[in-house]
């Protein structure tokens, strides 16, 4: 006798995450015209005005939480360095909802806690690794100044040592930068894993140094004249820089 299916049972097959939009996906990134910089911050300013007032209140909460965390000694910094890439996953969902047509909720600050909390911590972490890795050659470079001059008063060779240190360590941290923009996007939004994720961050980046530099020079702008207002202008730059994250992110690792 034939077995009948029951109807009422739900499907076994694995129903495919909403999130996760991989027809499209260019693993690494594409490279685009320098031009989409500006479209970039013109996308997130367009993101920004579908729900500003909510826009606003969440860069309020967040901002908040950072300074909370901030005042407990020691384990407050370490606590904002591996939180945020969570908070910012949960933006991107919240940019991505926006991007469907929908609206963007107060509870999407903390959609990455449930989303990929995790693994958004050990960016993270990762990233802290990293970014104390690139610290030291600032450091040996201003110890190495200061023992020689205890031997031989020089101030100016101390300066030098101390200045090359720097510049050192300022050029290390940008390939950590790049590593690390795009990451919370990948994880959340691609299911990538956190060293993937790293990995094609920096590749995305690496193969859009035109675009970036153009970009980083838009915001630099923007950023003197957010801080100028008692920098009540980063209530409104935070969360459109926020937003054109994410149509970098659409517009490098996605076939338009």
């Known amino acids: 006798m034939a077995i009948q299916e029951n109807p009422y049972l739900p499907p076994q097959s694995r129903v495919a995450d909403p999130l996760i939009e991989a027809g499209d996906y260019v693993a ?25 007032g909510m826009w606003v209140l969440l860069t309020i909460v967040l901002g908040m939480i950072v300074i909370a965390l901030s005042v407990i000694p020691l384990l407050g910094s370490l606590a904002v360095t591996l939180l945020m890439p969570v ?44 970014t104390i890795a690139v610290m030291i050659p600032m450091m040996l470079a201003i110890g190495l100044s200061a023992f020689s001059g205890a031997d031989f008063p020089n ?24 590593a690390l923009w795009f990451a919370p996007a990948l994880v959340t939004l691609q299911d990538a894993s956190p060293t993937r994720a790293i990995g094609q961050s920096f590749r995305g980046c690496i193969r859009n140094l035109v675009p970036f530099l ?21 209530l409104v730059l935070a969360p459109v820089v926020i937003a054109s994250v994410y149509a970098a992110f659409r ?6």
């Open 87 to 130: 908070f910012v996953g949960g933006l991107m969902i919240g940019c991505r909802r926006i991007d469907k047509g929908e609206d963007i909720e107060l509870a999407d600050l903390f959609a990455g806690f449930q989303r990929a909390g995790g693994p958004l911590v050990l960016v993270g972490l990762i990233g802290l690794g990293l």
């Open 155 to 178: 101030a100016a060779a101390v300066g030098t040592g101390a200045l090359i240190g720097v510049l050192i360590s300022l050029a290390l941290i940008i390939p950590v930068n790049m």
């Open 28 to 52: 690494g990134g594409r490279a685009v015209p320098s031009g989409h910089a500006w479209e970039w911050i013109a996308m997130g300013w367009g993101t920004f005005r579908r729900q500003a």
């Open 214 to 234: 153009v970009y980083g020079v838009i915001l630099f702008v923007l950023a003197i004249l957010a801080t100028i207002p008692l920098m009540l202008g980063w």
């Open 251 to 256: 517009d490098i690792f996605f076939e338009r």
